[in-house]
Every structure is written in C-alpha cells, then in structure tokens.
C-alpha cells in the first residue's frame, strides 16, 4: 500500500512538472493587448495571416480533438459561424496537436464543421498567446486588439454573445 501511494504522489509530482516545463515560456495575451500575428495552414492547404484579417473582427479559437470541453463548444461555433456570415467577421479554430493534420480530418469526417480550422503543430500561435488550457479563445477587434479573452468552453450561439459579436463587426 505504501508504495502504490508513493508511485501515484511521484506520478502526479512527475506529471506537474512535465506541465510546468512544457508550459509556454511567453507571457499569456490578456484584452488590451495588440493580437501576435501569426500565419498557418488551413486544412484545404491555404495560408492564413491573421493580420490580413484587419478591419474584421476574428474569434482564435485554441482547441484539440483529445479535449471534451472543446468539442463540447463546436457545435455553438458553428451555428455562430452561419450567423455571423454576413458581418466582418471571422473564425479560426486553431488546432494545437502535433499529430493534428493526420487526427483533425479524421475527427472531421465524424463531426463537419465549415469554419476555418487551421494547423499550429509546431505550437507557433499557441506560444505566442500563451495558451496552456483547452479550449482558449481571443476575440480580437477590427483593429487587431484583443477585445476578450475566454479560458473554458462558451455557448458561441446564444443570443447574448450573437449580439456582443454583431455589435463589434458593426463598429
């Protein structure tokens, strides 16, 4: 018994350290600051710049398939992503897996989505904002400022967050 304990506290010691080291060495990207560029791939292969994107407002969305919270807010995105297709707006769901250009077609194929996901399996974009928990999103405004910063899984459809999202593309 004593050492089942102490291979299960050296486990979880073990486990917060491999976090802490792989946690990213930037400071995380709060509202008010100016959104780091980046460019990555999308998954039919074009490049994405998100400063390309000025004068719209862009949702980044940090997400992984292995991660229950963000699948649990996909469906929302997507219905936000229809709603929002008329407005200066944008969404890019950044997919943060090494492996995820072999995983996200296949997590595609079980669950189509039609919103722009793209591919940082070398983790550029995700250390640049700093982003350690799934799902992380920046709402970034017309001018590429961060607007907001939401840690944890959000119902992007409802109506309340609709109209936050309306009101800033019409601004």
């Known amino acids: 018994m004593r050492n089942l304990l102490l291979i299960v506290i ?31 791939q999308d998954t039919k292969g074009n490049k994405v710049t998100l400063s390309s994107l000025r004068g719209k407002v862009v949702l980044v969305n940090f997400w992984a398939t292995w991660c229950p919270p963000c699948i649990e807010e996909m469906p929302s995105m997507e219905r936000l992503h229809k709603y929002m297709a ?12 090494q492996n995820g250009r072999t995983v996200v077609p296949e997590f595609l194929k079980k669950s189509p989505y039609t919103f722009p996901i793209l591919y940082d399996d070398k983790s550029v974009a995700q250390q640049q904002y700093g982003v350690y928990k799934f799902p992380e999103s920046f709402i970034v405004g017309k001018d590429g400022t961060v607007v907001e910063k939401i840690i944890g899984p959000l119902d992007w459809s409802s109506s309340k967050t609709v109209a936050y999202l309306k009101s800033l593309a019409k601004g």
């Open 10 to 40: 050296l486990a979880v010691i073990g486990g917060g350290a491999y976090i802490y080291a792989n946690m990213p060495s930037t400071t995380a990207v709060v509202a008010g600051d100016v959104a780091p560029d980046f460019t990555l």
């Open 86 to 97: 008329e407005e200066d707006f944008v969404m890019l769901a950044i997919n943060t897996e």
